[in-house]
């Protein structure tokens, strides 16, 4: 359309080959500014706003509930009525048809309830009223699961598929209790899964026995099942492993959460820790070039952290940790707890990491291997601190708090030395946190 502003849909990460149109927030025919919110779309990960691009009035080309492929025509904006209606009353091809399979909407009043998340509805036994009593505009399947965890702590149905989706995420990231399936992600939708979706054909019986739940794999999972398998396919890992003594760091931490105001736990410290380092192990926060053939490694240290609170597996970025201060890195994890529990996480709080620090720090953890993201160099885990006696140097033992911190890392561009540097300078901030806190400034 000669003079329109086309509204494609955008590229928001590298893992989807798909991105729902979640709701517009201009209504059709309406008046779209530059720069204000024009859409939402929502990723296997998170909720993105879209601005509009030009001033105009919108036509909007594509059907909120749908999924698009980036590049795909959503909308356009036109200059005036007349252009808007000449447009409309052209004999052109429509909007743009959805995948097959994909996510189609409810006609409804009332909010727009997506295709997967009516199944799901259906299947964990939750009237579609409850969902259409959630506020939301367009609910879709994280909402519903969501009201599944809710309705499982009152002793409704969803139970299982809130269990699933912890023991899914924490498999793929390192909990050394359960073993992760990974499987490609961002297929479509599907109102129901089978079991041979996620094993061989040869191992699955002609028909599941009575009693069977079979629990769809949720966007989230998806996801982090493309990450772990582009991983293993990709990435030649290997693991090495020291142990710190937190004691005095966690006595300093309660100090250093009342100056701060906000907690400073191990998380917290260890992360500090990491990004003191940026400057003098640099290797382990580069990538390797698309060619192969040299390291890239850019300014600050930009830090992703493992969130899994029974809502999906999140890997936010603490961005310029190195200059944010002890205080400003734990407002940020408090920020992104609350972020991850009401899963409203946006794409942009997700990209950009060059290292990632896994957390395992639930009591009896003390092992884990963390997955190395395509595209970084190392992941660091922190499993749960424990008390262990020591002997004290005049014939008896004293309690001090032991944790197992690992790397897993990418033999291509660092080696065993690099790691070994990273993790012993990680240790000795950690059991000197009067220095870790000078270090931070």
Not at 235 to 241: D, I, L, R
Not at 360 to 373: D, L, S
Request: proline share 7%; charged share 20%; with cysteine.
């Amino acid at each position: 359309m000669t003079g329109a502003a086309e509204v494609r849909m955008p590229k928001l990460n590298s893992n989807d080959a798909v991105h729902l149109l979640a709701a517009w927030a201009v209504a059709d025919g309406g008046k779209a500014v530059a720069g204000e919110p024009l859409l939402e779309v929502e990723t296997s990960k998170a909720l993105e706003e879209v601005v509009a691009p030009a001033d105009g009035l919108l036509e909007q080309v594509a059907e909120p509930g749908r999924e698009y492929p980036p590049g795909a025509l959503l909308a356009r904006l036109h200059a005036d009525e007349e252009a808007l209606a000449a447009a409309r009353g052209r004999t052109a091809a429509g909007p743009e048809p959805a995948r097959a399979g994909a996510d189609v909407t409810a006609a409804a009043p009332g909010p727009v309830v997506t295709q997967p998340a009516r199944a799901l509805l259906a299947e964990l036994g939750i009237p579609e009223s409850r969902a259409r009593e959630l506020g939301v505009p367009v609910v879709r399947r994280a909402d519903v699961e969501r009201l599944a965890v809710g309705a499982a702590g009152a002793g409704r149905p969803g139970a299982d598929h809130e269990t699933s989706a912890t023991a899914v995420a924490a498999a793929a990231f390192g909990d050394t209790s359960t073993t992760a399936a990974p499987s490609r992600a961002c297929d479509e939708p599907s109102t129901s899964v089978s079991a041979s979706d996620a094993v061989a054909a040869d191992a699955v019986p002609d028909a599941d026995p009575p009693g069977t739940v079979v629990t769809p794999l949720t966007r989230v999972q998806r996801a982090v099942a493309a990450t772990v398998t582009a991983s293993h396919r990709t990435v030649p890992a290997a693991f090495t492993v020291v142990e710190a003594d937190l004691t005095d760091a966690l006595a300093a931490g309660r100090e250093l959460s009342a100056a701060a105001g906000s907690l400073v736990g191990p998380a917290e410290l260890a992360l500090a820790a990491l990004a003191v380092r940026r400057e003098h192990d640099p290797a382990c926060f580069a990538s390797l070039t698309p060619d192969g053939t040299a390291t890239r490694l850019l300014p600050g240290a930009h830090i992703g952290v493992t969130f899994d609170v029974g809502a999906g597996l999140y890997v936010p970025v603490v961005r310029d940790a190195d200059r944010a201060g002890l205080s400003g890195i734990s407002r940020t994890l408090m920020t992104f707890r609350m972020a991850a529990v009401r899963g409203a996480f946006r794409e942009s709080d997700l990209n950009g990491a060059n290292i990632t620090l896994t957390l395992h720090t639930e009591p009896g953890v003390v092992f884990a291997v963390p997955v190395v993201f395509p595209g970084q160099a190392c992941a660091l885990s922190l499993a749960a601190p424990r008390a262990v006696a020591v002997p004290d140097g005049a014939g008896g033992f004293r309690e001090r708090s032991l944790v197992q911190l690992g790397a897993a890392y990418d033999h291509r561009l660092v080696n065993g030395r690099d790691v070994t540097a990273l993790l012993t300078g990680v240790r000795d901030l950690l059991q000197d946190p009067a220095r870790l806190a000078e270090a931070m400034g």
